[in-house]
Structures are given as C-alpha cells and as structure tokens.
C-alpha cells in the first residue's frame, strides 16, 4: 500500500504521478492529485482543471481572466458555447 502525500491516507489503490521536472508524487484519488498539481488562475485564484489559457508564460482558468489581467490577454477569443457564424 502507499499512503497519499496530501492527506495521507494509506490506500491499496493509490497511484503515483510523474511530472514532467521527474518528480513523482503519489495520491490516492484524483482530488488530491488536482489540489496538489493543478496551476492556479493568476487573476482568480481558482484550480486550473481543463485546458485553461497560457499568455505569456501566465496561466488563467478562461479567456475572460486572461483578458482581465494582461493586456496580450485582449486579443484572445472565447468561442466556448458561442454559436457558429
């Protein structure tokens, strides 16, 4: 068994994630793996679970933070949910 590096719970089932930097961390359940790994919003401190947007080597939950917070942010697009023209 291995036990959760967040909040440590010794689990049959646990699961070890491997970053991109070689660091290996295990959890036992994706909820864990998200509130220790998941990048945070730089203009509303949420957890970045999806794709997200990346401006200037900044990360933001959607186009609208983007666009909030940096001024490359302006010329992104969100065309989620939008109808086709």
């Not at 947007?53 to 302006?74: D, L």
């Amino acid at each position: 068994m291995a036990t959760c590096e967040v909040c440590g719970n010794d689990y049959w089932m646990a699961f070890e994630v491997r970053t991109v930097s070689g660091d290996v961390h295990t959890f036992d359940c994706f909820e864990c793996a998200a509130h220790k790994l998941a990048p945070i919003c730089e203009h509303c401190d949420v957890k970045i679970l999806g794709h997200g947007v990346e401006v200037g080597g900044r990360f933001f939950c959607c186009a609208h933070c983007a666009r909030n917070e940096e001024t490359q942010g302006a010329e992104i697009r969100d065309a989620v949910g939008s109808r086709p023209a």
